[in-house]
């Protein structure tokens, strides 16, 4: 008999133990995997290359000779040894860009390399580039434009047939691809070709061929464009848009919505934020890289709110990323190293009287202090505006706060306090709306011994990391 009630209670404990560590639900739409590994990359290169690299347009007019096209040193390799140094996940090409000139021997298209006398006509860049990438460990994207200032269809019901077929053959011949990027761009004056695209088509063999892959437009689905081309993204930036009744292009949501997402949007769609190195897109002589300060600007107002950062680094008419382009990179890596190294809460702890299911450790407050992305603390689902506090063990200087919500299970956070402790008061040092992947809040420098973080939630917070740094190379201007 004794057994007996040893056994129940080991089964009580053991249901209890079980029930006790239930996770919340997701809240909302949520990401793929594939988004999820989309977002973590933080931060991909994109490469303008074509014809107008040696024309010197940014637009060309699909009348450019093929022969045009003849980079004398091509070297894929030294793009993507360029993309490692700056921490680059990805690369992303403009396969096909609005003159229609197709980078790899399109057979839906007569203005291609294949056309060209570059490697007596059997060169292939999406080739080199692709096992370039494939050797540098990178993922590698396509970025083909559905407007073609060349096809003698275009702007007929049949074009929209040779444009999947264009993307077939793309999709089928370089390995995964991890995003297609689609420009909703038509420039056309009100008397030129205009094509009703059909983006269902398009989408489905994306997807049919590259289910993995993430599509890019205005209205993704996979991301979204988030407005314009200087990656600043909103302070509010939700990964929720609801896209019924839109369109890539003209008849897409307007730019604050783009901007910022939408509270209440019915599909998971985060923020991608392009922006090039240099003033244009293609690579011109006269132009010359941003600077330092304006990279480290621009990782702040795209990685630092909500957003993936594509940055261009456009080749040059011999095939090369320029030096001055690559050392410029070089610095910036070396910068976010040195920015982001330290974390200081390294050695702190981690407290909150609200814990989920009365403290359960798996849910408890030390997970925002660790590394592995998915570990958090989270509270009951009732409570909707927790504290946590930070004791930093010692005095701390710090001008950077980075907060992460865990968005496998969703965005939940709309606003939310930083506080610091100084001279026995608690005094607000910073606050904001939405968090989502990551959130990095600049300030002065603040010195404290510990911090308190006030949630606002729409569902209860799932908190995944909290890290402060010291910042002494950037300065708002």
Avoid at 171 to 182: D, S
Avoid at 219 to 234: I, K, R, S, Y
Avoid at 398 to 413: A, H, K, S, T
């Amino acid at each position: 008999m004794l057994r007996f009630f040893l056994f129940l209670a080991l089964l009580l404990l053991v249901q209890h133990s079980m029930a006790q560590s239930t996770p919340p639900e997701p809240f909302g739409p949520i990401p793929t995997d594939d988004q999820v590994r989309w977002q973590r990359m933080e931060m991909n290169m994109f490469c303008h290359f074509g014809p107008n690299t040696f024309s010197g347009l940014e637009w060309g007019e699909g009348t450019e000779a093929e022969d045009m096209f003849c980079p004398t040193q091509l070297d894929c390799d030294q793009w993507t040894a360029v993309a490692r140094a700056a921490g680059f996940r990805g690369i992303i090409i403009t396969a096909k860009h609005h003159d229609g000139f197709c980078l790899w021997p399109n057979p839906a298209s007569n203005h291609t390399v294949r056309q060209s006398k570059w490697q007596g006509g059997k060169g292939d860049v999406l080739r080199e580039l692709s096992r370039a990438c494939r050797k540098a460990n990178l993922k590698f994207g396509i970025y083909i434009s559905p407007w073609d200032r060349n096809a003698p269809t275009y702007g007929t019901p049949e074009y929209n047939n040779t444009f999947r077929q264009t993307l077939e053959h793309a999709l089928t011949h370089y390995g995964p691809i991890f995003e297609q990027w689609f420009d909703g761009a038509c420039g056309e004056g009100p008397n030129g070709k205009r094509q009703e695209y059909d983006w269902p088509l398009f989408n489905s063999t994306v997807l049919r061929y590259q289910p993995n892959a993430l599509i890019f437009s205005d209205v993704g689905p996979g991301c979204h464009w988030m407005g314009n081309e200087n990656a600043v993204n909103g302070e509010t930036c939700w990964s929720r848009l609801s896209t019924h009744g839109f369109a890539p292009g003209k008849a897409s949501p307007s730019l604050d919505t783009l901007n910022q997402g939408q509270r209440n949007g019915q599909h998971w769609i985060p923020a991608e934020a392009d922006v090039s190195i240099r003033p244009g897109w293609f690579y011109h002589a006269s132009e010359h890289p941003k600077s330092l300060h304006q990279l480290l600007s621009i990782y702040y107002t795209s990685v630092g709110r909500n957003a993936l950062l594509l940055l261009n680094v456009p080749p040059d008419n011999r095939g090369l990323i320029p030096a001055e382009d690559s050392t410029r990179l070089v610095e910036f890596r070396q910068a976010l190293n040195a920015i982001f190294r330290r974390d200081l809460t390294k050695g702190a702890r981690a407290l909150s009287p609200y814990t989920r299911d009365g403290g359960n450790q798996q849910f408890a407050a030390h997970h925002v202090l660790d590394t592995n992305y998915h570990s958090y603390w989270t509270v009951d689902d009732t409570c909707l505006n927790p504290t946590l506090d930070i004791n930093l063990l010692r005095a701390t200087t710090f001008n950077r706060i980075m907060l992460q919500e865990y968005i496998p299970l969703g965005q939940r956070v709309e606003a939310f306090e930083v506080w610091a402790m100084q001279n026995g008061i608690w005094r607000k040092v910073s606050a904001g709306t939405t968090i989502g992947y990551k959130r990095i809040l600049l300030t002065q420098p603040i010195t404290t011994h510990a911090i308190r973080i006030r949630l606002t939630g729409r569902a209860c917070p799932v908190i995944n990391r909290v890290a402060l740094f010291m910042d002494n190379i950037y300065e708002e201007n």
